[in-house]
């Protein structure tokens, strides 16, 4: 951080942090169910039968200092049709104040899609934020090593903890 004459009046500094003003304008993005999300991150829609909707709230808020400017949301690539987003003209968010907007997910089959979201804007640092929208089964790879180890076990366990002599039985 550091302290800087203000343009036009010498007795008055401003803070920079980064080379970036503070009081530019400061994008963020969240989702209502999970929270702040970052450039780059992806988002879970969860699971959605063939021919159903899945709906989720985002909202974008300026932290910043002064208005921010949000000159589209779109959406690209991959299964792009089987998600909606708005689609915006110009919109200004002013300081400390947020727009809320819905992203659906309506698949016709049951695929693993994947579309990203693209949120442009004057934000000095981020200017074009990305999400990854996705479909819930791509996370969901289950480990089944320890209970496999278990039950391939499983007569030994029960014979030490038993008193009885089982494992010839098994």
């Not at 080379?19 to 969240?30: H, M, R, S, T």
């Not at 959605?48 to 959406?75: E, H, M, R, W």
């Not at 693209?118 to 790879?141: G, K, N, Y």
């Amino acid at each position: 951080l550091d302290l800087v004459p203000s343009s036009g009046d010498a007795g008055n500094m401003r803070v920079v942090e980064d080379d970036f003003p503070v009081y530019a304008p400061g994008l963020d993005i969240y989702s209502v169910d999970k929270g702040e999300l970052a450039n780059g991150d992806t988002y879970n829609f969860g699971q959605a039968d063939p021919d159903s909707t899945v709906t989720k709230s985002f909202y974008l808020k300026n932290g910043g200092l002064t208005d921010v400017q949000v000159s589209t949301i779109a959406l690209s690539g991959g299964d792009v049709a089987s998600f909606t987003a708005p689609t915006w003209s110009l919109t200004t968010i002013v300081p400390d104040d947020s727009v809320f907007f819905n992203a659906s997910y309506n698949p016709t089959v049951m695929n693993d899609d994947t579309t990203t979201i693209r949120i442009s804007s004057d934000d000095a640092v981020s200017p074009d934020f990305d999400i990854t929208l996705f479909r819930a089964d791509q996370d969901e790879v289950r480990d089944y090593t320890e209970l496999l180890k278990i039950f391939l076990n499983l007569p030994y366990i029960v014979d030490k903890f038993s008193n009885h002599k089982l494992r010839s039985a098994w």
